[in-house]
DNA sequence: GTCTATAAAGGGATAGAC
DNA sequence: GTCTATCCCTTTATAGAC
């Protein structure tokens, strides 16, 4: 599971990263068979073949392992987009892959996902998908949206504020996809391409000149509400 | 707390009722002290002065207090937006009511929603926030906002998503105020203002003849997404 | 019957030997 | 780096007191 992402991170390093892995597959493995609760720091060990202070040598938790299961997707998502971006061409295409090639890489986890998700009832849990310790990860969430529009032609102000309003689609989308049981969640997938089609018709409509006073009131919105910080442009 | 509520519900026809709204009163300021997990039924039925078997009578479990809880915030809020609706003339005065009065019903229970988050991620629990459990509940709460925008002269269309689509937005709110550690939630209080705002904007382009093909778009994108039931007058 | 005290089990986390 | 041993807290089960 996280061979391609660590294989690419760090290039055979050391027979210790090669167990490192092994400890976060075999928690991801176990996550997935029997739940997120149900699996315990033992049983990673056991699965793992070592022993439970050897675990813990690793990672000070199981909630570390939930966090480097949080990089890893990130990091396979800014991989996979990245890819996908250099062969896509135009903007609908660019934005399908980025959100298609999220769902790819959690399309076996939704069990876990839902086990997750309460975490972001938290403020203040380092699994908080809103909370400031999750900041870093959210700003490179976003970072990929920001890379699925580069080199288009946009107004500043659309420029500024579309990364994070495509990054709110997305954690809409897999809020959905957290609920969808249609089969190789079909629906999702559809949705996805939908959601697509409604952002370039948004884009198109957004990006008028006649919109200006509107989009400069969405900016002040999400500033106020320290949902965006003050932009490059902002500061000069 | 539930006073308002119950009274006007049930005009005092028993004491049976009483002792129930005595139950949801003590479990609530319970919650509110020292959280949801850490409040046991034991605590509960000794607060309300009953033996435990007693509070198992009125309530099958601190699941079912916690669902009155739901149901007591559905009801307020639509007697509160209603009676607000009837002074408030303008769709800016009636988008405000609708959303302020439910951080009104919320203000003190910012710590107890934040617990009860979890079920979001839980398809078939009853708490659930999106599962089908909470069906009814969802519809009413959803039609807080039908009531809102009724009057306005607005395309077949747009009435028709745009229930769903404030709904949603009040869902984002909540999201916010979860998080919101300003002085009496005034980032919450600003934020719904602002949004609203920007919802009046939207609605006035969003109304333009020119945008019918995009609205056409949204409808099918929340029917597809089985998001929004066919319409009475996409089945006639 | 209901409550409470205590024991047993399970599991997270750490220390120190090797 | 990995092991064993141990600690400590939480939950669950049980048994005896009221």
């Known amino acids: 599971m996280f061979k391609d992402a660590a294989a690419r991170a ?3 390093r050391q027979a210790s990263e090669e167990t490192r892995r092994q400890i976060l597959d075999t928690a991801l493995a176990l996550f997935r ?9 033992r049983d990673i060990a056991a699965g793992a073949g ?3 202070g050897a675990a813990y040598y690793y990672f000070k938790g199981k909630e570390a392992i939930v966090g480097a299961y949080y990089a890893y997707v990130q990091e396979e998502h800014r991989v996979r987009a990245r890819a996908a971006f250099e062969q896509a061409g135009t903007l609908r295409d660019r934005l399908r892959a980025a959100l298609h ?7 076996n986890d939704q069990k876990l996902l839902r086990a997750l998700f309460r975490f972001g009832g938290d ?3 380092p699994l908080s ?3 400031p310790a999750s900041r870093e990860q959210r700003r490179l969430s976003v970072e990929v949206f920001e890379e699925a529009i580069a080199g288009e032609k946009l107004p500043d102000d659309v420029l500024e504020v579309a990364p994070l309003l495509l990054w709110t689609l997305h954690m ?9 049981n249609s089969p190789a969640y079909r629906r999702t997938r559809k949705l996805i391409d939908a959601a697509v089609d409604f952002v370039i018709d948004a884009k ?11 989009r400069r009131r969405v900016l002040n919105i999400l500033r106020d509400a320290k949902l965006l910080g003050e932009s490059e442009s902002a500061r000069a």
């Open 10 to 12: 760090i290039p055979q």
């Open 33 to 41: 068979e029997r739940g997120l609760d149900a699996t315990t720091m």
């Open 50 to 52: 070592l022993a439970l």
């Open 101 to 107: 090639t999220k769902i790819d890489i959690m399309k």
């Open 123 to 125: 403020p203040d849990h």
């Open 129 to 131: 998908w809103f909370g």
């Open 172 to 180: 809409g989308i897999l809020l959905y996809f957290l609920y969808d």
């Open 204 to 214: 198109r409509v957004a990006t008028l000149p006649l919109m200006r006073p509107v």
